[in-house]
Structures are given as structure tokens and as C-alpha cells.
């Protein structure tokens, strides 16, 4: 004799059933986007590691050599810049990618220009400075690369159906990926008539 299941069971075990869905991918959902926060904490951790040791480095380069100030003065804005948007509670992310790729570029500069200074290159403070900053950019890169990672699975996790349904509902919304700024593809010019001045 078979046991009759009551029509009341088989809907309360789909509705227990769609529960522990939901709340397993809220729950996986609140998890990708608090690696990433934490993923872009360390990005920020990198990048005022180097934004402290920005000054010491502009003050070796300008007590070594008569150095061309725009480039000096393009480093120091471009860390003030960022340092600005990383204490504003309002900035966006897209706006810390922006100053995080001025920050870059305007340093780049500044380490392909100082190259041109052989005496420079060859005091003690610099070179250590150098190593501290090299290793600072291997950080910010790793750093990056990481949050790129989180970055993909999160938003894949968002746009994928069924679980879309829960993000749209809650707000989840996608994060912008870290990429080169344009124009990073070319090496920085360097005009050596500027710096014989």
C-alpha cells in the first residue's frame, strides 16, 4: 500500500527548498562582493605605501641633481591627487582607478627621466629608495591582478541566471575591473634636450 503524500507537503518542501536557495545565494553573493572590498583594501594599502615613499624620493632627486621640475611637480600632483580621492568618503571607485592610473604614469615618467641622471642613479638613498619602490610595484601589481580575479567571479556570479534573480533584488551591482590607463601601452617619452637645460 503506498503512503499518500498530502498536496500541503509538497509545497512546503518546494518553499523550503527555494529558502535555502535564496539564502545560500544571498549569502555567496555577500561573500564575492566582501573579497573584493578586501581585494581593493589591499590595492589601497600598496598604493599608500607608495605614496609615502613618493616624497622622499622627489626630495633625493631634487637634492642629487638639477632635475626637471615639470616632471617632479607632475609626481607630486598626481599623489596629492590621489591621496585627495582615497580620504573623500564620496569618491567612486572608477575615481580612485582614475588617480591609481595617474599616479602610475606621472611615477613612470619620473623613473624613466631620472635614468638620464647616471650620478643620481648611483647614491646610496636613491637606489635603496628605487628597491623600495620596485618592490612597492610588484605589490600594486599582484594586488591588482588579485582584485581582478575576485572582480571576474563576482560579476559573473551577478549576471548569471538564477542567481541574477538575488543580486537584482538586493542591489548588487558590478564592479569596474583595474586597467591600464590609456596610453600605458607607450613607453613615457623622455626629451634629453629638456634635461641637458
Known amino acids: 500500500m503506498a503512503v499518500k503524500i498530502k498536496p500541503l507537503y509538497w509545497v512546503l518542501g518546494v518553499i523550503a527548498v527555494l529558502v535555502l536557495w535564496f539564502g545560500g545565494t544571498y549569502n555567496s553573493l555577500v561573500g564575492l562582493q566582501t573579497k573584493t572590498?578586501?581585494?581593493?583594501?589591499?590595492?589601497e594599502v600598496q598604493y599608500q605605501r607608495r605614496a609615502d615613499?613618493?616624497?622622499?624620493?622627489v626630495a633625493t632627486v631634487q637634492?642629487?641633481?638639477n632635475f626637471e621640475k615639470g616632471t617632479l611637480t607632475a609626481v607630486t600632483e598626481a599623489r596629492t591627487q590621489w591621496?585627495?580621492?582615497n580620504e573623500n568618503p564620496g569618491s567612486t571607485l572608477e575615481q580612485k582607478i582614475s588617480a591609481s592610473n595617474n599616479f602610475d604614469s606621472a611615477l613612470?615618467?619620473?623613473l624613466v627621466t631620472v635614468e638620464a641622471y647616471p650620478n643620481l642613479t648611483a647614491t646610496e638613498n636613491f637606489r635603496t629608495l628605487q628597491d623600495q619602490l620596485e618592490g612597492t610595484e610588484n605589490r600594486v601589481a599582484v594586488a591588482r591582478k588579485d582584485f581582478n580575479d575576485v572582480v571576474t567571479?563576482?560579476?559573473t556570479?551577478?549576471?548569471?541566471f538564477p542567481s541574477n534573480l538575488v543580486a537584482g533584488m538586493f542591489g548588487f551591482e558590478k564592479y569596474p575591473f583595474f586597467e591600464a590607463a590609456e596610453g600605458s601601452d607607450k613607453a613615457p617619452e623622455v626629451k634629453f634636450d629638456d634635461l641637458a637645460k
Open 37 to 43: 572590498d578586501s581585494a581593493l583594501a589591499q590595492i
Open 53 to 57: 615613499l613618493v616624497p622622499q624620493l
Open 63 to 65: 637634492g642629487a641633481a
Open 83 to 85: 591621496l585627495n580621492v
Open 108 to 110: 613612470s615618467r619620473l
Open 153 to 155: 567571479s563576482y560579476n
Open 157 to 160: 556570479k551577478i549576471r548569471r
